[in-house]
């Protein structure tokens, strides 16, 4: 079976093919193709992902490529992470929207609003050339905004396009951990849009364990999201918040701390890995052992600002080992060798949301079998939930209408409409900046 990677030369590419290192079941993946613009960052990756598969047995086939159509022909699974614009194109959505006194974060606020305009016209054109090259293929969508660009992929796959997060798996995973349970085996009642959901609660054995969880200050406030938000907040909301949500509750303070940052995370995140990329250039460089380095400081420093911002100190040891990589290799699974599970997953609504129409790309629990990905019904969300998933809706809605029409007048509106951007002057300039330093939104007129 043949994997194709978009962004195969990205930095965590090797927590994909670590996870394939240990599949060894029948119809497993046997050839994985990296893809990418850059020949040299593919060079890196390929070298690490060699120094994984020394010693194991049958371990997948790499190769590289920077020829999208040789990459995408034959594939029977197609993981789509790309970073248009690379980690200089964060770093400046974040100058330009802390400038304005806004969020620059790549998801939340101006900053994913500016990612997703000049991401989706990228995404939508490897969906046409999906359908076209490998119309058999199901694409697996990690790019961010992942809800975001997958709607904007479905228009041209419909359901064979996928997306993955692994905040509402790291999530369901604490909660579970607290409460003594295990993760594997908790129904996890979480519902919303990527990086903009709620755990409303958790089964374990048919029973929900949730309200034991917000009855108990102590119990709550030993995790991260309990740290994050504190356990007044939580119990006043009876949910748990994805961990993305502290930029909309304590959204001063995030501005705050992230304008007197050193440095934002994509500047951070740049540096960092430009140092890695550069090592890889000595031929004699151990190439495993500076990516698991770079790796380790990468997750140790995932949300600093927001977590100094709480006062909710460093991350705990069992949240560093990421976990998107597993949601994947699950997926992959469940749809190559039918083996039926549940993750939670972004996919079109259908009738999941009543406040939302079918087309919707919605983060929610999903039954996986040889068909695909089925959200499961949910409860509805709480007026305050419902009010905030719909407006930030509207405001994909209008990213998508930009990238469609190349309207500035319309991105102007994506972004004034948004909650975090409290003016529609702000959202001109916001415009005017992200267009002067970024070529990839010329098309806006």
Same mark, same amino acid.
């Given at each position: 079976?043949?994997?194709? +990677? ?44 060699? @120094? ?8 997948? @086939? ?31 959505? =974040? ?53 975001? /660009? ?11 396009? +996928? ?11 604490? +909660? ?11 129904? +996890?009642?979480?519902? &919303? ?64 701390? !992230?304008?007197?940052? =050193? ?38 420093? !995932? ?7 709480? &006062? ?9 080992? &990421? ?15 039918? @083996? ?6 972004? /996919? ?10 079918? =087309? ?31 407006? %930030?809706?509207? %405001?994909?809605? =209008?990213?998508?209408?930009?990238? #469609? ?5 319309? #991105? ?34």
């Amino acid at each position: 079976m043949k994997l194709t +990677i978009l962004g195969g030369g990205g930095f965590r590419v090797p927590l994909v093919y670590g996870a394939l290192l240990g599949d060894h079941a029948e119809g497993r993946v046997t050839h994985v193709v990296l893809h990418d613009l850059d020949a040299g960052r593919l060079s890196a990756v390929t070298r690490v992902l060699a @120094e994984q598969a020394a010693g194991v047995p049958d371990a997948p @086939e790499v190769s590289a490529t920077t020829d999208l159509d040789e990459a995408l022909t034959g594939a029977d699974f197609i993981f789509s992470a790309i970073r248009v614009g690379g980690l200089e194109g964060r770093a400046n959505d =974040e100058r330009v929207a802390l400038a304005e006194g806004v969020l620059g974060q790549e998801t939340v606020g101006a900053g994913g609003i500016a990612y997703g305009l000049r991401t989706v016209p990228v995404a939508e054109d490897i969906a046409r050339r999906v359908a076209r090259v490998a119309p058999d293929a199901w694409v697996i969508n990690f790019t961010n905004p992942a809800g975001l /660009v997958t709607e904007a992929m479905s228009r041209h796959l419909g359901d064979r396009v +996928i997306g993955i997060c692994d905040s509402p798996v790291g999530l369901g995973r604490r +909660i579970a951990r607290v409460l003594g349970a295990n993760p594997g085996e908790a129904w +996890i009642d979480y519902v &919303g849009l990527n990086h903009l959901g709620w755990v409303r609660g958790l089964r374990i054995n048919g029973r929900d364990e949730l309200p034991r969880l917000l009855a108990d200050p102590d119990l709550l406030g030993s995790f991260e999201e309990g740290k994050l938000f504190g356990t007044d907040w939580l119990q006043s909301l009876g949910a748990v918040p994805n961990e993305y949500l502290h930029y909309y509750y304590f959204n001063r303070e995030a501005v705050r701390a !992230y304008s007197a940052a =050193e440095k934002t995370r994509g500047a951070f995140l740049r540096d960092q890995q430009a140092g890695f990329y550069d090592e890889m250039k000595k031929p004699d460089a151990a190439a495993l052992t500076a990516w698991d380095r770079t790796r380790a400081e990468r997750e140790a420093t !995932y949300m600093a600002e927001a977590r100094e911002t709480a &006062g909710a100190g460093e991350r705990d040891a069992d949240d560093l080992s &990421g976990g998107y990589e597993k949601v994947a290799l699950a997926l992959m699974r469940a749809i190559a060798r039918d @083996e039926r599970t549940t993750l939670i997953l972004n /996919v079109r609504n259908r009738r999941t949301l009543s406040v939302l129409d079918a =087309e919707a790309v919605i983060e929610v629990p999903c039954l996986v079998d040889a068909n695909g990905a089925h959200p499961v019904t949910v409860d509805p969300l709480p007026d305050h939930a419902s009010g905030l998933v719909c407006s %930030v809706k509207a %405001v994909e809605r =209008e990213v998508l209408a930009a990238a #469609a029409s190349g309207s500035r007048a319309t #991105a102007v509106k994506a972004f004034a409409l948004h909650p975090l951007v409290d003016s529609v002057n702000v959202a001109r300039r916001l415009v005017d900046g992200y267009t002067a330093v970024h070529p990839g939104l010329a098309y806006l007129k």
